[in-house]
C-alpha cells in the first residue's frame, strides 16, 4: 500500500493564480483532512471529510474549497491565491472504526510546498 | 479558536539524556495525540491517550494524559541521534470527532 499520496510535492504560483492539490489514499478510510503547517507552528485544520459525499469547514478555511471526488480522492482548490497561502500542506486520512476506544490515528502523506509570489 | 500550549520550543540535549516535553490547553480534551515529524515528512502518531490517568509507553517513548484533561506529557528516555525532529501533541474532542489541534511543537536536537 503507498497509504496517503499527495501531488504534486512542490509548486510555485502567482498571485490570483488558481491552484489544485491533489490527495489520495489506499487504505479505505472513511475520513480525510487538509490541513496547512505553517514555520514554527503546529498544523491547521482547513478542511475535512468525515466520510465520502460530506465535506465541512475546519479552522482555517476562508480562501479555500474542497471536493471529496469519491472514497480514495480528497482535492483542495485555491481559487485566486495570495501570499498568505504560501505554506506546506499535508492531507491526511483516518479509519473511524468507531467504538469508545476508535484508533483516532490519521495518516498522513508526505506534503505540498506551495509558493505563491 | 482553541489552543494548545507546547512546551519547550526547542531542546538541545546530549545523547543519551532523557527529555521531557508537555501541553498545556485551557480546554479539557478526551483524547490526547503525540506526533513526530521528520525534516520533509508528514508527521507520524508515536502514542494516543484516551483516559485521564493513563500513561502509556512505546519503546523509550511514555506519556501521560493529565487528570485535569487539560494537559499531557511525552518522555523519551536515552535519547539517541534518530529522535531528532519535531514533536507536536494534538488533543481531540468527542469519542470520533477526528478532528485534531495541534500545538506548535517541540524540536529536538540531539547532539553525539
Known amino acids: 500500500n503507498a497509504g496517503v499520496t499527495q501531488t504534486p510535492k512542490f509548486q510555485v504560483r502567482k498571485t490570483g493564480q488558481s491552484m489544485t492539490l491533489q490527495c489520495a489514499q489506499d487504505?479505505?478510510?472513511?475520513?480525510m483532512y487538509w490541513y496547512r503547517q505553517d514555520p514554527g507552528m503546529g498544523l491547521r485544520l482547513i478542511y475535512y471529510?468525515?466520510?465520502?459525499?460530506?465535506?465541512d469547514k475546519g479552522e482555517v478555511p476562508n480562501g479555500y474549497n474542497v471536493s471529496r471526488l469519491n472514497k480514495r480522492e480528497f482535492s483542495l482548490r485555491l481559487e485566486s491565491a495570495a501570499p498568505s497561502q504560501t505554506s506546506v500542506y499535508f492531507c491526511?486520512?483516518?479509519?473511524?472504526?468507531?467504538?469508545?476506544?476508535?484508533?483516532?490515528?490519521?495518516?498522513f502523506g508526505p506534503g505540498t510546498r506551495l509558493t505563491v509570489l | 479558536g482553541q489552543q494548545l500550549n507546547q512546551s519547550p520550543q526547542s531542546m538541545f540535549i546530549q545523547e543519551g539524556e532523557d527529555v521531557s516535553m508537555n501541553c498545556t490547553s485551557s480546554?479539557?480534551?478526551?483524547?490526547w495525540l503525540w506526533y513526530k515529524q521528520d525534516p520533509g515528512e508528514g508527521p507520524v502518531l508515536l502514542i494516543a491517550?484516551?483516559?485521564?490517568?493513563e500513561l502509556t509507553s512505546n519503546g523509550r517513548l511514555t506519556a501521560q494524559f493529565g487528570i485535569t484533561r487539560k494537559d499531557s506529557f511525552l518522555n523519551i528516555s536515552a535519547s539517541i541521534p534518530s529522535d531528532v525532529g519535531i514533536y507536536f501533541c494534538?488533543?481531540?474532542?468527542?469519542?470520533?470527532?477526528?478532528?485534531?489541534?495541534f500545538g506548535d511543537g517541540t524540536t529536538l536536537t540531539v547532539k553525539p
Open positions: 480546554s479539557i480534551f478526551n483524547t
Open positions: 491517550l484516551y483516559k485521564a490517568g
Open positions: 491526511a486520512s483516518r479509519s473511524l472504526a468507531g467504538g469508545p476506544l476508535t484508533n483516532n490515528e490519521q495518516f
Open positions: 494534538a488533543g481531540q474532542k468527542g469519542a470520533n470527532a477526528g478532528k485534531s489541534t
Open positions: 471529510s468525515a466520510s465520502e459525499g460530506t465535506t
Open positions: 487504505m479505505n478510510h472513511n475520513s
